[in-house]
């Protein structure tokens, strides 16, 4: 079964940094033509793509994260990990990560969804 | 503001047919495939259709998409009670190298 699965702390305090986890599972990180995407749902509101990495290690992101994130992937561990330094109250919301694919016919295709994970960021 | 533009709102009755409408731009989805996704209550999105018009494995083909230009339709034929959602479409954009989704639409079944 192929599935996506992000892990993180519920809770975060302004300023501090916010480490999330995208577990894979049923395919491999180095899958060529794949990426790993985030994207972020603040309470009632609309989605929005944040960053995603590829099977070859490079990335792309939404300027307005600007420097304040990492991201990394471990092949061995069937991860990614995305780090948000100095948080603040806007990035309260629900993180997904998933799944991108890519094929001449298609394009990219974004046919993989985690559950999400709820993070607040208090003041 | 999301750089996709949806209606806010749709609603219609059992049975009926209704669309939804998403409008760009030349760099995103004037030059590139469209996908929506459906959002029930709670959950997570799913994908409904990529590639403009395609359904995955186990979409009802009551759901349909297209696009002309630099905009896109869903539409969801014989409404039913369990597609009341949110509904977001989504393009890749050239400029970002990544994905810019609409502001999404919130289909009410009266």
């Known amino acids: 079964q192929v599935t996506v699965k992000e892990s993180g702390p519920v809770l975060v305090k302004a300023t501090e940094t916010l480490t999330l986890t995208c577990a894979v599972s049923g395919f491999s990180l180095s899958t060529a033509r794949m990426a790993v995407t985030w994207i972020r749902q603040p309470p009632g509101k609309a989605l929005e793509w944040l960053i995603h990495?590829?099977?070859?290690?490079?990335?792309s992101h939404t300027p307005s994260l600007k420097t304040r994130f990492s991201i990394s992937m471990d092949t061995s561990k069937s991860q990614v990990v995305l780090t948000l330094f100095d948080m603040g109250p806007v990035d309260t919301g629900t993180y997904y990560c998933?799944?991108?694919?890519?094929?001449?016919?298609?394009?990219?295709?974004?046919?993989?969804w985690g559950q999400g994970t709820q993070v607040t960021v208090s003041s | 503001q999301s750089e996709l533009t949806q209606p806010p709102s749709t609603s219609g009755t059992p049975g009926q047919r209704v669309t939804i409408s998403c409008s760009g731009s030349s760099s995103n989805i004037g030059s590139n495939f469209v996908s929506w996704f459906q959002q029930l209550p709670g959950t997570a999105p799913k994908l409904l259709i990529y590639s403009n018009n395609q359904r995955p494995s186990g979409v009802p083909d009551r759901f349909s998409g297209s696009k002309s230009g630099s905009s896109a339709s869903l539409a969801i034929a014989e409404l039913r009670s369990e597609d009341e959602a949110d509904y977001y479409c989504a393009t890749w954009e050239d400029s970002l190298n990544g994905w810019v989704f609409g502001g999404g639409t919130k289909l009410t079944v009266l």
């Open positions: 990495i590829f099977s070859n290690a490079e990335y």
């Open positions: 998933g799944r991108m694919i890519w094929d001449y016919t298609n394009g990219w295709v974004f046919d993989l």
